[in-house]
């Protein structure tokens, strides 16, 4: 079965990665059909099922996601739509174009939706139009000079993050990640439901958030017994009152009575880092080449750092191996870079 992923668009390759990352933490094969801007459609191994909400409330760079059914070329549209087959829809539909990026300009947005809708009227002559609130929705999706269509079959519940933006937390700290590309990480890292993932530089807990948000167990650590405190007040105030253990302790000496599934940090990039006599280059190389004494062998670290901070050699080193990285400006000053490893068995 072939599923149309309808992405963000808030980054070129992540939203992608992040996609095919949580499809493999489900053990879920798959195989990439087209790869667009903002628009990924895969084949899956078998029939996804109650799959795709599974998958969706993970997903924190996808908006939508449904069941493929075409790809035009803008100069065989609407042509091209006599030799489709229309999907089954319920008894009120409605069909939605979405311009990515000023793709198409030649078709106008809703020539496409009056186009498309009256296709689904002729294989469905018993369903009507309902703008307001359909029972089904056809997609489609100009990108990449394409016309991609797709019957949506969930919509991404993103209000989570929403609640959870770092100005809305009971204890804020003026360097922490968006929930978004904390989850994203989390994904990166291929955690599973019940993992055990490590974050050795705890800060107030943004991307503990997001391990428990999705199921995992935590150990958290920070040098900090404040930030610890802020931490621990931060996971009880969105509800979260098990599933973690949280230390004060330097990453770079952790005494863990056993090995962690997962590593997903986020260490401290200046004055935090300066304080406890290191410079932030430092800091990172030496955690780098203390990480395969936390963790198990093949398992995942997701590390975000500034992108100049290190090199594909230092992991090799260490015994990892990259898989990917990915840069994520935040403003003029700095710029992420999110590496995804994994440790040599």
Known sequence: MKVAFYLSGEHPSLPKA??????????VGFRTHLDLESLLVLELDYPPGSLIEKVADRLAYTRSIGRFLAVLDPSD????????????????????????????????????????????????????????????????????????FYLREVEVDRTSFKI?????????????????LARAMVN???????????????????????????????????????????????????????GFELIVGDALSLELDRKVDRIVTDPPYGRMSVAVGRSPEGLVRDFVGR?????????????????????????????FDVVEYFDVREHRSLTRRVWVTRLRE
């Open 164 to 180: 959870k933006e770092v100005a809305a937390r009971p204890f804020v700290h003026p360097a922490s990640m968006r929930p978004t």
């Open 291 to 319: 990480a395969p004494t936390y963790l198990k062998g093949g398992g995942w670290m997701v590390i975000s750092v500034p992108k100049d901070h290190l090199d594909e050699g230092v992991f090799g080193e260490s015994g």
């Open 18 to 27: 992040e996609v095919k990352a949580v499809l493999e933490s489900f053990n």
């Open 188 to 242: 990166l890292a291929r955690t599973r439901e019940g993992d055990l993932v490590l974050d050795p530089f705890l800060g107030v807990g943004g991307i503990a958030l997001e391990v428990l948000s999705i199921g995992a167990r935590l150990i958290g650590a920070d040098i900090s017994e404040k930030m610890v405190i802020e931490a621990k007040n931060n996971l009880i105030a969105y509800g979260f009152l098990e």
């Open 77 to 148: 549209f609407p042509t091209g739509l006599k030799r489709i087959r229309p999907p089954s829809v319920g008894r009120r539909f409605r069909a939605t174009a979405i311009r990515v990026r000023g793709c198409c300009r030649e078709l106008r947005r809703v020539e496409v939706e009056r186009e498309v809708g009256g296709w689904i009227l002729r294989g469905n002559p018993h369903t009507k139009v309902d703008l307001t609130h359909p029972e089904s929705e056809v997609v489609v999706v100009m990108t990449s000079g394409l016309l991609v």
